[in-house]
Nanobody
Framework: QVQLVESGGGLVQAGGSLRLSCAASRIILSMYTMAWYRQAPGKQRDLVAHITRAGSTNYADSVKGRFTISRDNAKNTMYLQMSSLQPEDTAVYYC????????WGQGTQVTVSS
């Protein structure tokens, strides 16, 4: 069964950093445009960043310059390096393809305190 497992979340003070990981099984991440999403309480799930098969990246305006998406093909793992975190970044973070066609994992909670 195809599975994505997110990890690396936690509680951090505003201005801090975290690195999220997305480990995949039964799917080769480099064969897809992969993305990070986030869902804050009471809000819809939003696209944060994506990385294409060729390695091109794109970011939501709200995180541009602060977050970096990357992929380690050897480890079949995708990352989201988050810096200068702000309370509005608080959300559950998920990984999936750009069209979200893999069963969603449980996500990883990121909480940023002011």
């Amino acid at each position: 069964q195809v599975q994505l497992v997110e990890s690396g979340g936690g509680l951090v003070q505003a201005g801090g950093s975290l690195r999220l990981s997305c480990a995949a099984s039964r799917i080769i991440l480099s064969m897809y445009t992969m993305a990070w999403y986030r869902q804050a309480p009471g809000k819809q799930r939003d696209l944060v960043a994506h990385i294409t098969r060729a390695g091109s990246t794109n970011y939501a305006d709200s995180v541009k310059g602060r977050f970096t998406i990357s992929r380690d093909n050897a480890k079949n793992t995708m990352y989201l390096q988050m810096s200068s975190l702000q309370p509005e970044d608080t959300a559950v973070y998920y990984c999936n393809t750009l069209i979200g066609d893999i069963p969603w994992g449980q996500g990883t909670q990121v909480t940023v305190s002011s």
